[in-house]
């Protein structure tokens, strides 16, 4: 309490400056070296003259007064136009500084509007402008080729199952009817090794079908679809896999369920390749307007740092594939991995505010508890 009133008095008094002083600042840069080098010639030219024309008039009117009036003057000038250029253009420098940092990849700064001189901010509020546009640009680009793609993978799934797959049913028939109908041993053998590679070649290209987009995601939504990859990977895998969801009682758009998708078929994948992992624990809840993911393994881990920053590996494009969907949606994700620990993702994607949710159907609720 003692001590409270003279920091008031302080912080008010600096208040009362710097709106004093804000005026001054705000004055354009070209004005200010125009104001300063005006006043310094006004008093130099006054005092100089005064002198010269009063040299040995005035007791301290002398030659060496007035040499050491000129240097005084030419010092003065100096450490004023020297104190009055970093003021003016410490806006311009810390600009530049911010444009560096945003060329080196940092592409989330923005540069700060500091009032102190308007042309500074002017000119920071265009460069502001202008990283918008790009990061609203390169956005919806990456939004359309994920669109993209997701649409060509439904294309080609299509084909898959429809086309390609008719086919080899087709043929699987010709064969069995084949099989009864001839009659040495040694032929009917070559048709059942025939039929198990036509089985064989079945099972592949649903497997890839599906992969490329399950129909259950389309048709039932996010928890059917990942109950029954989850179901088939274990199958390919021997990785235990524990899936749990809570708080769903609508579905979401059908951005926000591919995108979750992806990511956990994308780190289910990179499980399965390359962590050696025995356990594999996922987990969804929707909660405080946004959907977490968390998929958890066993595995042994590796360095995330690295991986990034060297590029280029299938892992690390799958990692950056799945970034990119979280962030298209204002989200977050996260991978923690240290090696002989283990790796988690976590992700968060917001729900969207606009009421584009819907209930999901009582064939949906369903297939959810199933």
């Known amino acids: 309490m003692i001590y409270s009133q003279p920091d008031n008095e302080t912080e008010a008094e600096m208040g009362r400056n710097h709106r004093m002083l804000k005026p001054l600042l705000s004055i354009p840069v070209f004005y200010k070296i125009l104001i300063a080098n005006s006043l310094?010639?006004?008093?130099?030219?006054?005092?100089?003259t005064w002198l010269a024309t009063n040299l040995n008039k005035q007791p301290f009117a002398t030659p060496m007064s007035l040499v050491i009036f000129i240097a005084i003057g030419w010092l003065v000038s100096i450490v004023l136009n020297f104190v009055v250029l970093q003021v003016a253009f410490r806006p311009l420098i810390h600009l530049g500084k911010v444009m560096n940092r945003v060329?080196?990849?940092?592409?989330?700064?923005?540069?700060?509007?500091?009032?102190?001189?308007?042309?500074?901010?002017?000119?920071?509020?265009?460069?502001?402008?202008?990283?918008?546009?790009?990061?609203?640009?390169?956005?919806?680009?990456?939004?359309?080729?994920?669109?993209?793609?997701?649409?060509?993978?439904?294309?080609?799934?299509?084909?898959?199952?429809?086309?390609?797959?008719?086919?080899?049913?087709s043929l699987?028939?010709?064969?069995?009817?084949?099989?009864?109908?001839?009659?040495?041993?040694?032929?009917?053998?070559r048709i059942t090794d025939t039929r198990a590679l036509a089985h064989q070649t079945l099972r592949a290209i649903r497997s890839l079908s599906i992969d490329?987009?399950?129909?259950?995601?389309?048709?039932?939504?996010?928890?059917?679809?990942?109950?029954?990859?989850?179901?088939?990977?274990?199958?390919?895998?021997?990785?235990?896999?524990?899936?749990?969801?809570?708080?769903?009682?609508?579905r979401p758009p059908a951005?926000?369920?591919?995108?979750?998708?992806?990511?956990?078929?994308?780190?289910?994948?990179?499980?399965?390749?390359?962590?050696?992992?025995h356990k594999v624990n996922i987990t969804l809840k929707e909660d405080t307007g946004a959907v977490y993911a968390t998929i958890t393994d066993d595995g042994h881990g590796f360095d995330y740092e690295t991986l990034v920053k060297t590029g280029g590996?299938?892992?690390?494009?799958?990692?950056?594939?799945?970034?990119?969907?979280?962030?298209?949606?204002?989200?977050?994700?996260?991978?923690?991995?240290?090696?002989?620990?283990?790796?988690?993702?976590?992700?968060?994607?917001?729900?969207?505010?606009?009421?584009?949710?819907?209930?999901?159907?009582?064939?949906?609720?369903?297939?959810?508890?199933?």
């Open 172 to 189: 699987l028939i010709s064969l069995a009817v084949l099989e009864e109908s001839i009659g040495p041993s040694e032929a009917r053998e």
């Open 103 to 169: 060329q080196e990849g940092e592409r989330s700064l923005r540069a700060p509007l500091t009032g102190v001189d308007p042309e500074a901010d002017q000119l920071a509020r265009t460069f502001n402008m202008m990283l918008e546009a790009l990061d609203e640009a390169s956005h919806q680009r990456a939004s359309q080729i994920i669109k993209a793609q997701e649409q060509e993978r439904k294309r080609i799934a299509r084909e898959l199952h429809d086309e390609t797959s008719q086919v080899l049913t």
């Open 255 to 277: 951005e926000m369920e591919t995108a979750l998708y992806r990511i956990v078929q994308e780190s289910l994948t990179n499980t399965a390749r390359h962590a050696n992992a």
């Open 313 to 370: 590996q299938e892992r690390s494009i799958g990692l950056a594939g799945m970034q990119e969907r979280a962030v298209l949606l204002d989200g977050i994700l996260a991978i923690h991995s240290t090696r002989g620990h283990g790796t988690q993702v976590e992700a968060r994607i917001p729900l969207p505010s606009t009421g584009e949710w819907r209930r999901p159907t009582t064939d949906e609720l369903a297939a959810q508890e199933a």
């Open 40 to 48: 310094i010639i006004f008093v130099g030219a006054t005092g100089g």
């Open 212 to 250: 490329l987009r399950p129909s259950a995601l389309d048709d039932l939504g996010l928890l059917p679809a990942l109950r029954w990859y989850i179901k088939e990977y274990q199958k390919k895998c021997a990785i235990e896999v524990e899936f749990h969801a809570f708080c769903f009682n609508e």
